[in-house]
């Protein structure tokens, strides 16, 4: 790409003050990183004219080895390489053992959880050596056909959102973005505070809810203390049109395998930050079968 493009690119960054202050909740986190053209080669393969841009949110943010993601479609319709229509390329600038992300999508999967693919690339830009990154597959309508039988569904990130009133409107809509409509969103809202007389039937009307014990289990099991449970941060949740409940699907997994970041009379098996997770586990019914399936992880 053009080096002053390259440049441009890798210079820029967040505003802390848009995510932490007045008005922070009011709306999803918008992205400041511009796209820009470039040209790009895989294992000799040359796909032209494509979109890259900087990504991240605040820990792996980097300017001379930025994360990037890379858009096929962006400028050419229906352009795509190897059947993907975007890269997701991590720095791994908060896992220094370039593992953890792999290992934790595979626990994921393992355990029965819509999780990304991950692999490895080496990454240089004009001539230059970037080093290794980890590529993660997107989350997106590809995505969602291995996993779902309708990919027609709402598709939401999370970055610091949860099922509190205050803070729903942080979702970004990363699918059917041309329609309004998040009453899917409100639904799990109501549901999050319901009694704890019905709180068991509420959840599972709006969530899957054996997917979300394991979903909160497993981000126990691999310490994902920035994740949805931790920290209501680096998840996605869709909408199954077929059964109308949500699926979890975890996401930023660099900071997983490492000592949480806790209250010290808190047990290591509990991240119960998320409003769903905190329902979920001070309920004791909910919290035996969390438990039992933790067990069984």
Same mark, same amino acid.
């Given at each position: 790409m053009p080096e002053g493009d390259w440049d441009a690119l890798r210079a820029q960054d967040r505003d802390l003050g848009e995510i932490f202050g007045p008005g922070c909740l009011d709306a999803p986190h918008e992205s400041?990183?511009?796209?820009?053209? @470039?040209?790009? $080669?895989? *294992? !000799? %393969? %040359?796909v032209k004219n494509v979109c890259v &841009?900087?990504? !991240?949110?605040? !820990?792996?943010l980097d300017v001379d080895k930025p994360s990037l993601k890379i858009k096929?479609? /962006? #400028? %050419?319709?229906? +352009? /795509? #390489? @190897?059947?993907?229509?975007?890269?997701?390329? =991590? =720095? $791994?600038?908060q896992d220094p053992s370039y593992v953890r992300q792999c290992l934790g999508y595979a626990m994921f999967a393992d355990a029965g959880v819509p999780a990304p693919r991950c692999n490895f690339a080496r990454v240089s830009v004009n001539g230059r050596d970037l080093g290794v990154y980890v590529h993660v597959e997107s989350i997106d309508k590809r995505f969602l056909r291995l996993h779902f039988d309708d990919a027609s569904g709402n598709v939401y990130e999370g970055a610091l959102s949860d099922f509190r009133p205050e803070w729903v409107r942080t979702f970004e809509k990363k699918t059917n973005e041309d329609d309004p409509d998040r009453s899917d969103l409100d639904a799990v809202v &109501? %549901? @999050?505070? $319901?009694? *704890? @007389?019905?709180? /068991?039937?509420a959840i599972a009307s709006a969530i899957d809810l054996d997917a979300f014990i394991t979903f909160m289990a497993t981000e126990a099991f691999v310490a994902h203390w920035d994740g949805y449970s931790g920290n209501t941060n680096n998840f996605y949740v869709y909408r *199954?049109?077929?059964? $109308?409940?949500?699926?979890?699907?975890?996401?930023? +997994?660099d900071g997983i395998f490492t000592v949480v970041p806790r209250r010290e009379d808190l047990p290591l098996s509990v991240l119960s930050h998320g409003a769903l997770a905190r329902r979920v586990y001070l309920d004791a019914t909910l919290r035996a079968r969390y438990l039992a399936r933790l067990v069984e992880l």
């Open positions: 400041p990183f511009e796209f820009f053209s @470039a040209d790009v $080669a895989i *294992d !000799g %393969v %040359v &841009r900087k990504k !991240g949110f605040i !820990g792996s096929f479609d /962006e #400028y %050419v319709s229906g +352009l /795509e #390489y @190897a059947g993907l229509a975007r890269m997701t390329l =991590n =720095n $791994a600038k &109501r %549901v @999050a505070s $319901a009694p *704890d @007389a019905s709180l /068991e039937s *199954d049109p077929k059964t $109308a409940r949500f699926h979890f699907i975890p996401w930023g +997994l």
